[in-house]
């Protein structure tokens, strides 16, 4: 993958993301009614998972360029040491904000399915 597909990609995850965190939220309010800490528990989970998508790419990039694995390796502990700090916040707010952390990550998941899936309906 190219850095112009890989820019697509982003956006595509984003926007797939962005709709799945929405249905969330819409769903939650109707199951336990608005809860602040939900929504930014999801919008940290979202967040989080944007950061850390801009972050691989940036990884890759490093690697592919410098071929220094001690190097790559450290910044995807780093990666994941953000992943864990955020959730650990979420926790110290709720088990709501928890969960909506989780589904908020999730969210990305499937935007990147969903872009994924389209790629490869267009190469049929």
Same mark, same amino acid.
């Given at each position: 993958?190219?850095?112009?597909?890989?820019? @697509?990609?982003?956006?595509?995850?984003?926007? /797939?993301?962005?709709?799945?965190? $929405?249905?969330?939220?819409?769903?939650?309010?109707?199951?336990?009614g608005f809860d602040?800490?939900?929504? /930014?528990?999801?919008?940290?989970?979202?967040?989080?998972?944007?950061?850390? @998508?801009?972050?691989?790419?940036? @990884?890759?990039?490093?690697?592919?360029?410098?071929?220094?694995?001690?190097?790559?390796?450290?910044? !995807?502990?780093?990666?994941? $040491?953000? !992943?864990?700090?955020?959730?650990?916040?979420? !926790?110290? @707010?709720?088990? !709501?904000?928890?969960?909506?952390?989780?589904?908020?990550?999730?969210?990305?998941?499937?935007?990147?399915?969903?872009?994924?899936?389209?790629?490869?309906?267009?190469?049929?």
């Amino acid at each position: 993958m190219d850095k112009q597909s890989f820019k @697509l990609m982003k956006k595509n995850v984003f926007i /797939g993301g962005l709709i799945f965190s $929405a249905v969330c939220e819409v769903v939650s309010v109707i199951i336990i009614g608005f809860d602040g800490k939900f929504l /930014g528990g999801l919008a940290m989970g979202f967040i989080t998972m944007i950061i850390n @998508l801009e972050l691989l790419g940036r @990884l890759v990039d490093f690697y592919v360029r410098t071929k220094k694995i001690g190097l790559a390796i450290l910044l !995807y502990i780093a990666r994941l $040491a953000i !992943y864990a700090a955020v959730a650990v916040v979420c !926790y110290m @707010l709720s088990m !709501y904000a928890l969960l909506a952390f989780a589904i908020g990550v999730f969210g990305i998941v499937v935007g990147a399915l969903v872009s994924m899936k389209k790629e490869a309906i267009k190469k049929v």
